[in-house]
């Protein structure tokens, strides 16, 4: 009984340093740490978790792309966000949303970490939106995959988006997609990123 105790005291203590804490910083910079440990102890009333780096996040929504003659397809839903699975760094999987509109491809720190990806050494770089600036992590993949269709290395952006979907762990953008021929077949719910 006591064995179980300690056993139960210890998976809670692990399951605790395991997440993933943000906080803001007097600049007003956006940190992320693993435990709370990790916060300052002057921001660690303004911290939150956000969730747990030593399991990555499965795709719970679409399925993996499939490749037909050297095509990779990846269907979707007319008239909802197209969400795909990537695997990062020949890995493990994510769920982005794919985002033409979007320069960059862009990658929680959450999900970044949950894979065994560290962006506490990548620079800092600075993004700008309609609704101002936020700091964020220039890091460079591996390799990023969906189906068939590979780039890599690949600099991605590490940013914890508070408004993101909760389905998605980042955006799929140019950067990748640049790469490809892609068609989006609206009629028929299908994506294709065809060799250039």
């Known amino acids: 009984m006591i064995l179980a105790a300690l056993a139960l005291t210890f998976m809670l203590a692990s399951a605790v340093s395991a997440q993933l804490y943000r906080w803001t ?9 693993q435990g709370p440990e990790s916060v300052p ?5 303004r ?4 969730g ?24 979707f839903t007319p008239g909802r966000p197209i969400m795909v699975t990537v695997r990062i760094n020949g890995r493990g999987l994510a769920q982005l949303m794919l ?13 970044l970490m949950g894979l065994g990806v560290s962006y506490r050494d990548a620079p800092r770089i600075q993004l700008q939106g309609v609704t101002g600036s936020s700091s964020a992590y220039a890091v460079i ?5 969906v189906g068939g269709a590979r780039v890599g290395p ?4 590490s940013y914890e988006s508070e408004t993101r979907r909760p389905s998605s762990q980042g955006l ?13 077949d609206n009629a028929r719910g299908i994506v294709e990123l065809s060799p250039r």
């Open 25 to 33: 910083d007097a600049q007003g910079e956006t940190h992320f740490g």
């Open 41 to 45: 102890e002057r921001y660690r009333d």
């Open 47 to 50: 911290s939150s978790a956000i």
């Open 52 to 75: 747990a780096v030593d399991a990555p996040a499965p795709p719970s929504g679409p399925a993996l792309a499939e490749v037909v003659g050297g095509v990779t397809r990846i269907a």
């Open 99 to 111: 985002d033409t509109g979007a320069d960059a491809t862009m990658v929680s720190p959450t999900a």
């Open 141 to 145: 993949l591996e390799s990023l995959e």
């Open 154 to 157: 690949l600099r991605v952006v």
């Open 172 to 184: 799929l953008g140019r950067d990748f997609l640049n790469h490809f021929r892609v068609t989006i």
